[in-house]
């Protein structure tokens, strides 16, 4: 009888003890919720401000370490590969800052412009033969305080007129630009 009465008394211990682990790991849960709201609340004006404002031509924008401006973007008018069927290219030329007291990294995947109303995005085209003015550019590292010139060139819908430009920083829009081709 006694044992029968210590191996139900250990059940219920346990049932106790995982009722108080289960309410252990929920109460963490919602303090971790908490400072990821406090995290969101506690950012910076301009990094909240970036991903709403949308920078036109010439219109510099900036991120803690860059300053980044779209200073023009054209047609082109000659190529070695035609575009796909449905699309165009389309010139868009940088002038990129380091504004940082360390040196930054900034790649072409990290402009990517939106397509259609879906949200999606696309990178340059890679293998077009287009010459520009300056150079394109695939990557560059720049001391504090350095400048470089770069364009890149997107295969866009013929049809779409008005570009959304990202400038991407950890897969996140940091940067917005809008314009017309």
Same mark, same amino acid.
């Given at each position: 009888?006694? $044992? ?16 108080? +682990? &289960?309410?252990?790991? +929920?109460?963490?849960?919602?303090? *971790? #919720? ?6 969101? !609340?506690?950012?910076?004006?301009? #990094?909240?401000?970036?991903?709403? =404002? ?5 219109? @510099? ?7 980044? #401006?779209?200073?023009?973007?054209? *047609? ?6 035609? @575009?796909?069927?449905?699309?165009? %290219?389309? &010139? ?5 800052? $380091? ?12 402009? !990517? ?7 999606? =995005?696309?990178?340059?085209? =890679? ?12 990557? #560059? ?10 364009? +890149?060139?997107?295969?866009? @819908? ?8 990202? %400038?991407?920083?950890? %897969?996140?829009?940091? +940067? =917005? ?5």
């Amino acid at each position: 009888m006694m $044992n029968l009465w210590k191996q139900s008394n250990r059940k219920g211990w346990s049932y106790v003890l995982s009722l108080f +682990l &289960i309410l252990f790991l +929920l109460a963490g849960c919602d303090e *971790k #919720a908490a400072e990821k709201g406090a995290d969101t !609340q506690s950012q910076s004006p301009a #990094a909240v401000q970036t991903e709403e =404002r949308a920078y036109q031509i010439g219109e @510099p924008g900036g991120t803690d370490e860059l300053e980044i #401006a779209v200073t023009k973007a054209e *047609k082109a008018a000659e190529w070695i590969n035609s @575009p796909p069927e449905g699309r165009e %290219y389309v &010139i868009v030329s940088f002038k990129v800052t $380091n504004i940082s007291k360390e040196e930054q990294s900034i790649g072409a995947d990290d402009f !990517q412009y939106v397509v259609g109303d879906s949200g999606a =995005r696309e990178a340059y085209a =890679r293998t077009t033969g287009v010459k520009t003015d300056p150079d394109t550019f695939g990557a #560059a590292s720049m001391a504090p305080g350095e400048s470089f010139e770069g364009s +890149l060139v997107y295969a866009m @819908p013929v049809e779409m007129s008005h570009i959304e430009l990202h %400038y991407l920083k950890n %897969y996140q829009t940091a +940067l =917005r630009f809008e314009f017309d081709k």
